[in-house]
């Protein structure tokens, strides 16, 4: 930016600061009113950062900024507000601008104000400035916590941030070219840092108790202080070589030597000892031109070496996502005297800082004190210094801190964290990389201080490593990064250095683990098994079709000999559904569920019809498919070795080894070796040398074959000799061998390849079309492809001559062009297709309520007429949401009014309450039945009235299970009483007593948690006997894993709670306990009897009324006689009924007052004879006379 561009009142303000005079700068009196008018300038600055850049290029920072503060330190206000100033001025660009700019203009201007820092970092290095800064640090920190005032603090932190600033501007490539062993303008200023002594302050600050608020800022100055720098280089810093290095540096300037040599000798065999001026022209013999004759090749034959068709073509230029990714890592020797000052360092740091700061940043970063990304300083900390000191003399009570289980765990953590950032934050992918590469460089260095430890002398070292690595082999997490970091590996976004490292941290882990197991007869570790849900609580499903999903399920698994699975589904089914005995009870036997899943595998059960496998393989490509829900559960196993690196053999593995070791001659000996190692124990431990049957491979073992230099990899070149040699020997054997380098193979493929193709599938035959079903397909497709069908292949299948599965419908139509891809003839599953609610449909909804909320049948209408077709479940679940009703019930479709003088007898709910059936099972029945309004009213109310007359005969059992019921339950209650546990069976008495009086009062049912709130009921809940007394009474057991406490089911009524209650009674004399429950047990059995007696009459008289108004019509009807004939016996019947009663009303009320058994066996005597009245009236009322026998038996 020129200078004259300058804003003017922003240029008068900087010629108000002051002049320097030579080497003496004289302030103005405004001096410091301007320094404090360019900071808020600053403040209001645009987003092209104008006021910083004309700040830049009037080069105030270097001519008035610096000479103020070390010429004028005394000045306290002008120091502080100059240092203020500075710290805005030099943050970094990536600050200022939040990232780097795509936009050029902008990039332009990012580029500026990096031109600029590096401008102030060149002043900043001068003894001077650093001089004044440590003196005023040192001052600061001379006073004591309690008299600094905020000001002192605010002016450490500020200065700490200017160095901090100055360090982190990064280097000019175009400016400094020095070479190594050179001093660049970092290594200035850390001279210039070291000579001044805040060196020293920094090593204060990071171990001085009273500064412990520092730690992140101290941290972030050193790892800046050592940014191109490496341990290795540091630790040989000013020392003699050891006769080892030497020899190591001759091997490997005689290996270049050699390599050269060996290049110029294939450059000369090239090359005739006579040269041509003409270049000749050749005929390759084997390679085609454009049309059928050879290739003529016009160079000399030295260069056909490099002969390809591309010869002369433009370069076809890489899409920027798909680039490889560049590596950043930029290291440089620097100066003598700086390298040794940084050892330095690094050996009193680690002797009095290391675990001290160490400690108190880990703290920080666990409990978010810190900023974010500041973890990248940590895991820096942990790579260079625990290198540092394995190097320079090992000592593990130096870096203890971060010799730990958290430490791994706390790295795992982070990778795993950066690894999702880098999928989901495409945009940053580069820098989420970088991190990554940097935890895994901390983990890496974890794992060689750990292995440096167990080669120690000293046996509490051996220990205590021996410990870390049980801890680390035994947790899967552990065990398995490396495996997931192979597998994801992605090129376009991790650089080459990444995976270098990658590879060589996994072959250290097994060679760890490998030398682990070998010391030990066996080995316990953690695994993990996956077991399926039955029961999904975010699905659109309603939960009894998930019911009969996880049924389904289960019979499938069963049929596919699957039984631990099957088992352990309908375990987690009856965990999910405990109500009810569909999945069996909670206390149930193993030959109890034994013969459950036969009963489930002999079950008819609806089954949808599944997209075969090898279709959605096709559509995998271009559809996401929808993940199993699946919980975890965690066991521990031993190990094995082998069938640990058999999770090694898999393309995704293979494949970044390969990328790898194309770049073999630029690789180190070690990256080779690792590369090397791992292929040899896939291909010869494991004896899978098939997977490396791929042409890529070969081409690559070509190339080293054939390098000049070949004598260099030995290692490489035996092993390639040996999977070529193993190749050629199966290539005799298998005639498809060569057609097999064009694939990537699994174990699969490896084994089919070895044994043999489709031993499994033999046997299965393709099916064929003929001409005539192929267009008799194409016939039915172009007639009903725009006919709206929902489904066109469930249309076709039944009109096709021959019938075929829809897997070979919808290949061919594919194969036949019909249609592009097999996702346009997917099924379209139920349910998926609507699934919001928008304002207008809720809106419908609602009218359409209001409308038919007095009819017989709300919802039935409802579903006619509503535009958006739902489920039934779907718009009841909507309108319960909606708040149009309180409960489900008031949807029910309500029956026909009762005939006058009919009675009522029991309701529909008293019904279901009394059966245990769910009331809820009656929409499913309503959904298949059709309006079935052609039939007369009389022939509706003749329909009702077998319906419930055959539910009669169920009354007698209901009632009898009932007592029975009562009677354990009684019983029950007797055995915890004697037990002590009175109170808790109180409590639960007054808990039901409670629920029922609430769901009466909100006429809302919603499970209750009994939440024990003393000890003796917490105790009770332990208790086996009072669980017993708990599930008998219908009080569902806590979800595994989701719930704490025991819930009063939703399904028990207001009268079953009441009820249940009412039989907790507890007997206060023992005497007296079978008297009062004889009597309580008569009394019930009178009054049901009442009931039934009442509902009995009440039969008969509709079946006379029914008789009278079909005595007329029935004589057309054929083949059956007269319904009157009938109504002899039933006027008979009816009057012994009624007399039945009354002697069973008197027989009653005598037996609440005699107690003599010769009494009750008198009454009992009269009792008898009632059943068979009662059963006799039961099938007259409802029973067609088409046989005159049938009468002949009720006359005698």
Known sequence: MDLFMMNCELLATCSALGYLEGDIYHKEPDCLESVKD?????????????????????????????????????????????????????QPALLCFGKVPDDPAFRHHFLQVTSYLQAYKEAFADEKIFTVLSETLYN????????????????????????????????????????????????????????????DLLKFLAC???????????????????????????????????????????????????????????????????????????????????????????????????????????????????????????????????????????????????????????????????????????????????????????????????ISNRTFHFIEKNITNYYEMMLTDRKDATSWSRRMHLALKAYQELLLTVNEMDRSKDVNIQHSSNVIKSNIFYLMEFREIFLTLLRKYDERMQPRSFLRDLVESTHLFLKMLERFCKGRNSLVVQCTHTSAVPFDATSETPVDEQRTEALGRIQDCIMSCAGPEA???????????????????????????????????????????????????????????????????????????????????????????????????????????????????????????????????????????????????????????????RFFVFATKNNKAFVELLFWKNVGAVREMTEGYNKDGEGKKKCKWTPEEEEQLQRLY??????????????????????????????????????????????????????????????????????????????????????AKRSRARIVDKILSMGLVSDRRDLYKKRKPSAPGRSSGMTEEEFFDLTGEPREKELEIEEEEEDKSDQDEDEQDYEELVDNSAKEGQKSMSRDNSLKKIHSLRNMVQTLQQQGLSGPVLWLQNSLNRTADDREEDGVSHPVALVPLTEENEDAMENKAFQKLLRAVGI???????????????????????????????????????????????SLTVEMEDNDNQEMRAQALRALLLSRQRKCASSKSKGKYPTYLVMPMLIILLEAKHWSDRIEEKISKKRRRVLDDDDDDDQRELLLPLPSIDNTLCTLSFMELKDVSSLEGWRS
């Not at 050879?294 to 160079?299: C, E, K, L, N, P």
């Not at 124990?681 to 081409?699: C, G, H, N, P, T």
């Open 1036 to 1082: 569902r057991a806590p979800t595994d894993g989701q719930e704490s406490f025991w819930r009063i089911s939703s399904s028990l009524s207001v009268h079953q709670l009441r009820s249940v209650a009412a039989s907790l009674d507890m007997v206060e004399e023992t005497a007296a306990e079978g008297d009062s429950e004889g009597n309580q047990e008569n």
């Open 38 to 90: 360019l900071i808020r300038y600053l403040r209001h600055e645009d987003d092209t950062r104008d006021i910083r850049q004309q700040l830049g290029a009037g080069q105030i920072l270097q001519n008035d900024l610096l000479p103020i503060i070390t010429q004028h330190t005394q000045d306290k206000p002008l120091f502080d507000a100059c240092i203020r100033l500075m710290v805005n001025l030099t």
């Open 140 to 199: 600061l920190l001379q006073l004591d916590w309690e008299q600094r005032a905020e000001e002192d603090n605010l002016l450490i932190e500020r200065i700490l941030l200017l160095v901090r600033n100055v360090l982190h501007v990064p280097a000019d490539p175009y400016e400094e070219k020095n070479v190594d062993d050179d001093a660049s303008i970092h290594d200035k200023l850390l001279w210039a840092i070291h000579m001044s002594g805040l060196d």
């Open 782 to 867: 172009e007639e009903y492809k725009d006919s709206g069908v929902p489904d066109i292949v469930e249309t076709i299948l039944p009109l096709l001559s021959i019938s075929h599965t829809r897997r070979e419908v919808v290949s061919h139509m594919v194969s036949m062009g019909l249609v592009d891809s097999v996702k346009d003839l997917k099924k379209e599953r139920k349910g998926t297709r609507i699934v919001l609610w928008t304002e207008e449909q809720e809106d419908e909804l609602q009218v359409l309520f209001e409308e038919f909320r007095d009819s017989d049948d709300v919802l039935g209408n409802i579903l006619k007429r509503i535009t």
């Open 567 to 725: 088992l352990s589904l309908l375990r987690a089914a009856r965990a999910v559904w405990p109500e009810g005995d569909t999945f069996g009870s909670v206390e149930v036997e193993p030959e109890e569920e034994l013969e459950l899943l036969k009963q489930i595998l002999f079950t008819k059960l609806p089954k949808s019809v599944p997209l075969d496998s090898a279709l959605e393989e096709e559509d995998g490509l271009e559809l996401e498919e929808e993940e199993e829900l699946e919980s975890v559960a965690v066991s521990e196993t031993e190990f094995n070795f082998l069938d640990f690196i058999k999770r090694f053999a898999n393309p995704s593995v293979v494949r970044p080894y390969i990328i790898l070791l194309r770049s073999y001659s630029q690789n180190s000996v070690h990256t080779n070796h690792c590369i090397t190692r791992m292929l040899h124990r896939l291909a010869v431990d494991l004896k899978m040398e098939a997977l490396l049957y791929q042409l890529s491979i070969f081409s690559m073992f070509n190339k080293i074959l054939e390098d000049p230099a070949v004598a260099v990899y030995q290692e490489l070149v035996t092993f390639a000799k040996y999977v070529l040699n």
């Open 208 to 402: 001085a108790q009273s500064e412990q608020q520092w730690s992140f800022h101290i941290l972030e100055i050193i790892s800046l202080m050592f940014r191109d720098q490496t341990s290795e280089l540091l630790v040989n810093a000013g020392q003699m070589r050891s006769a080892q290095e030497k020899q190591k540096d001759m091997q490997e300037l005689e290996l270049l030597r050699q390599k050269e040599l060996a290049e110029k000798r294939s450059r000369t065999l090239l090359r005739g000892a006579r040269h041509s001026r003409f270049r000749g022209s050749y005929v390759i013999q084997g390679l085609k031109a454009i049309g059928e004759k050879d290739v003529i090749f016009h160079q000399g034959l030295h260069n056909f070496k490099n002969y390809s068709h591309d010869v002369g073509k433009p370069t076809r230029r890489v899409p920027k996502r798909k680039q490889m990714a560049q590596d950043s890592e930029n290291q440089r020797r620097s100066a003598l005297n700086v390298r040794l000052f940084l050892r330095e360092f690094c050996i009193d740091f680690l002797e009095n800082c290391y675990n001290r700061l160490m400690y108190l940043v880990k703290e920080g970063l666990i409990r978010e004190r810190a900023q974010q990304h500041d973890e990248t300083y940590y895991l820096w900390a942990i790579t260079f210094f625990m290198a540092f000191n394995r190097h320079q003399n090992f000592r593990p009570d130096v870096v203890s801190e971060t």
